[in-house]
């Protein structure tokens, strides 16, 4: 089937386009810390890759739909209260254009109607000597920012971002250093430059006085036609908004707390932020989550039929007619929906995770059985024991990079992979297993010289996406786990408790899915395997090892 291409796809691959002219624009800006001369071979092969033709129509027809595409969204959106972070990607986004047009107009446009040579030292010197060097330095700074923010909200919550997050955060922070201090380098070289008459001559004579005032003139009439275009934009705003309500063109939208009243053709996600009504949405309002979905109770036949994208995030959770996303629900009449996800609280400031996020990651679940305990379990002791194995395995597992999370009893549930690929998330919890499997074997040999109890214990691995977010409130969170692996893992669980497993039988107590294997060696493994048939949710193949075992397969 193949996936249809909407207004949102254009206006992702045109800021992807615009984002990686940015990028090796910086990254040639920082070829000035080798040299002027280094950055000028850089800037041949820029020069030859962007004003070919068919890069000249990438990257303008690129920037033109992006902005045509900025200024419809703008006049689409019904209301500006939305999260600080979404609204200063806007502003940035309508900022950029501002300092651009200038650049621009000085450095192609002279090109082709002057022909002044498009290279470095005649550009630095420009800047510099019109001291406007800051202002070429500042132009780095939206344009990055709303690019990196850009692509933050369009693949935040993708596998293969997650994995990347270190690495894509480490470049986005340091390109745009390297390429201010590699502009300045180059401004040292060309001061020493202009330090001969004869190079100066040359430089200043390609750019006179008339060819700069009427660069000057276009780049004052194209801004000016910018701020007018915005200007018209949010003109019909106003416009659109008293003639809706002039004409009564309202509509009511009744949650269980209140009734609303707005125009017809807002979305009920802008409904709720326009009136202050706490509504949950991890995704901004894009579609790509299904947080902010609500029941429509009445009024069903008054709401238009999803879009194809709408339909496909509704179908990933098998949701009723009546369930639309708020971020997408425009109603024609009155309705009457009810939030189905409670919005959460303002996180506290301790939390490492933020949102819920989809994630390729390893998971274990670690069981204390008790076989046998002699005459009545005092409660103190049973703390005692509870108290020492929870702290066993969560010294073990976070010295192994692991992320512990719900501590219920005898049972541990443990996250790998939440800051780094899913091949490495599964090695360190197959060494973890390893390591955790002979210190709870110390740890039984305690309990039975101790107290006199009869342990056994089972660590099972599992590989695959989960979503992973933080429940709690403000004071206490703890990070979790949900989706198919972690049901996957608790069935693996469920079934060897109803066989009565003797896990500590044969010292093969870690329980590893053929996905966790097969992640951690990038290849189908060749160890036996025995096939588990739960009553539901199908078959598993898994093996059990010893620690040993674990660690020859996590090498």
Not at 179 to 202: C, H, I, K, N
Not at 219 to 227: D, E, K, N, S, T
Request: net charge positive; hydrophobic share 45%.
């Amino acid at each position: 089937m193949i996936k249809s291409f909407g207004r949102r796809d254009l206006r992702l691959g045109s800021g992807v386009v615009l984002f990686a002219y940015v990028a090796t624009h910086l990254a040639n800006h920082a070829l000035g810390l080798v040299s002027l001369a280094a950055a000028e071979r850089g800037l041949r092969i820029g020069v030859a890759v962007w004003q070919s033709p068919p890069g000249t129509l990438l990257l303008y027809g690129a920037a033109v739909t992006h902005v045509a595409l900025a200024f419809i969204a703008l006049y689409e959106r019904r209301t500006l209260r939305i999260p600080p972070l979404e609204l200063l990607r806007i502003a940035l986004g309508f900022g950029i254009p501002t300092l651009l047009i200038g650049h621009a107009i000085n450095t192609r446009l002279a090109f082709e109607i002057y022909g002044h040579p498009p290279d470095y030292a005649h550009v630095v010197w420009a800047l510099w000597h019109s001291g406007r060097e800051g202002l070429q330095i500042a132009l780095l700074v939206p344009g990055w920012l709303h690019g990196c923010l850009g692509l933050r909200y369009a693949f935040g919550r993708r596998t293969w971002f997650a994995g990347l997050r270190p690495l894509l955060f480490a470049g986005a922070l340091l390109l745009p250093v390297l390429a201010v201090t590699g502009f300045l380098s180059m401004a040292r070289e060309v001061a020493l430059l202009a330090q001969d008459p004869s190079w100066v001559a040359v430089t200043a004579a390609e750019v006179a006085a008339s060819e700069r005032l009427a660069l000057a003139q276009i780049g004052r009439i194209a801004l000016l036609g910018y701020f007018s275009a915005v200007g018209i934009v949010l003109v019909s705003r106003i416009v659109r908004s008293v003639v809706e309500r002039g004409r009564g063109r309202l509509i009511s939208i009744r949650y269980p707390q209140q009734t609303i009243r707005v125009p017809r053709g807002w979305t009920v996600l802008e409904a709720s932020r326009s009136h202050h009504i706490a509504h949950q949405s991890t995704c901004g309002g894009q579609g790509r989550c299904s947080t902010c979905r609500v029941q429509v109770v009445a009024g069903l036949a008054h709401c238009p039929p999803p879009s194809a994208a709408e339909r496909a995030t509704l179908a990933r959770i098998g949701a009723s007619d009546a369930t639309r996303l708020a971020c997408q629900l425009r109603p024609q009449a009155d309705i009457d929906v009810v939030p189905l996800l409670a919005p959460s609280s303002p996180p506290a400031p301790r939390d490492a995770v933020t949102g819920s996020m989809e994630r390729d990651v390893a998971l274990m679940l670690v069981v204390l059985r008790r076989r046998a305990t002699p005459g009545i379990v005092l409660p103190h002791d049973l703390l005692y024991a509870l108290d020492r194995y929870c702290e066993t395995v969560g010294h073990t597992v976070r010295a192994s990079h692991g992320v512990p999370g719900a501590f219920t009893g005898e049972r541990v549930t443990v996250l790998f992979g939440l800051d780094c690929v899913p091949r490495e998330a599964s090695r360190q919890a197959l060494r973890a297993a390893a390591e955790l499997d002979r210190r709870l074997e110390r740890f039984r040999a305690r309990l039975s010289a101790e107290l006199g109890w009869a342990t056994e214990h089972a660590i099972y691995l599992h590989a695959g996406v989960a979503t992973i977010g933080e429940i709690g409130d403000r004071t206490s969170r703890t990070t979790i786990a949900v989706g198919t692996p972690v049901d996957a893992i608790q069935r693996l669980v469920a079934d060897d408790d109803r066989a009565a497993a003797p896990t500590s039988a044969g010292h093969a107590r870690i329980v590893a899915s053929q996905a966790i294997v097969a992640a951690a060696r990038g290849e189908a493994s060749d160890d036996e395997w025995t096939r588990l048939s739960p009553e539901r949710g199908g078959s598993i193949d898994v093996a059990r090892l010893d620690a040993a075992q674990a660690t020859r397969v996590a090498r």
